[in-house]
């Protein structure tokens, strides 16, 4: 059975924390993306990488990084927390390749609040 | 600006009815997609798909249409059931780039 699990279910933060949201994958996909999901936005791309150490912005990267150290593990990073950044983080993962069994698995998601 | 649209925040339909989920998009370049379904307190997960070079997909009770023309697709769901009850999101991506874009998501409620 595919796994994707983040390391946290829920969190809150104090404004101007570094926050670490961490991501595990036992699939062997090569991409990993991080989405945030909002009432009346749906899922939007922060970043995505296709290979260890790399990595590609998506459609709001401010104020996030991310680290692909291992191809297992994708963690996002929130240099300094802020209360606009209180979301549902969801990672994910994929194989590389055109189209056909290329969809992305999800984890469960990371429910974070800036207070 | 939201590439892949999704305009009906929810729809309700009678238990056995036919659910009829919207999606449009503007950037013709995507090639393929797909539609996610999502419980609360749980990530989406994969329903079906389509490739541009088609226009219908069919699975079980799910059915996906594709017009490329109108760069509109659509999720038919036949017969609707209450555990179809769900946020459904539109998701495309374009050629070898690996990143989905989603839409906002409709919300389907199917009443027993």
């Known amino acids: 059975d595919v796994k994707v699990t983040q390391s946290s279910r829920y969190l809150v933060k104090r404004t101007g924390e570094k926050v670490f949201l961490e991501c595990v994958q036992d699939m062997d996909h090569e991409n990993m993306f991080w989405y945030r999901q909002d009432p009346g936005l749906g899922l939007r791309l922060i970043y995505f990488?296709?290979?260890?150490?790399?990595?590609e912005k998506g459609d709001i990267p401010e104020g996030y990084s991310v680290s692909r150290e291992k191809k297992e593990r994708f963690s996002l990073i929130l240099e300094s927390a802020s209360t606009n950044q209180t979301s549902m983080y969801l990672c994910?993962?994929?194989?590389?390749?055109?189209?056909?069994?290329?969809?992305?698995?999800f984890g469960q998601g990371t429910r974070l609040t800036v207070v | 600006d939201q590439q892949v649209k999704q305009n009906s925040p929810s729809l309700s339909v009678q238990e056995g009815r036919i659910s009829i989920l919207n999606c449009d998009y503007t950037?013709?370049?995507?090639?393929?997609f797909l539609w996610y379904k999502k419980y609360p307190a749980e990530g989406p997960t994969f329903l079906i798909s389509?490739?541009?070079?088609?226009d219908k997909n069919e699975d079980g009770r799910f059915t996906v249409f594709l017009n490329k023309s109108a760069k509109h697709l659509s999720l038919h769901i036949v017969p609707s059931q209450p555990g179809d009850s769900a946020v459904y999101f539109c998701?495309?991506?374009?050629?070898?780039?690996?990143?989905?874009?989603f839409g906002a998501g409709t919300r389907l409620t199917v009443k027993p």
């Open positions: 994910a993962s994929s194989l590389w390749g055109r189209q056909r069994n290329t969809e992305a698995f």
């Open positions: 998701a495309a991506k374009r050629g070898n780039n690996n990143d989905m874009r």
């Open positions: 389509i490739s541009s070079i088609k």
């Open positions: 990488s296709y290979d260890v150490k790399m990595k």
């Open positions: 950037n013709s370049m995507f090639d393929y």
